[in-house]
């Protein structure tokens, strides 16, 4: 597996991560890590999830040039 991959499937990891914990923050109706408002939690697994997908289509990018 390319490093490319690998590196896209972590970020894809941790922003499911983070969505998991958003959904647990929920269900307790308590902040964790600090985050005061529910959607900071997508903003940031957002971010994980868009770094992601352009890893991955980066990786499917330099293999197809080869």
Not at 30 to 50: C, D, E, K, P, W
Request: net charge positive.
């Amino acid at each position: 597996m390319k490093l490319m991959d690998i590196l896209a499937l972590i970020s894809g990891g941790i922003g499911v991560l983070i969505v998991i914990i958003a959904a647990i923050s929920v269900v307790i109706g308590r902040n964790i890590f600090g985050f005061t408002h529910l959607v900071n939690y997508f903003h940031a697994a957002n971010s994980f999830l868009l770094i992601s997908v352009v890893l991955f289509l980066a990786g499917k990018r330099i293999d197809a040039g080869k």
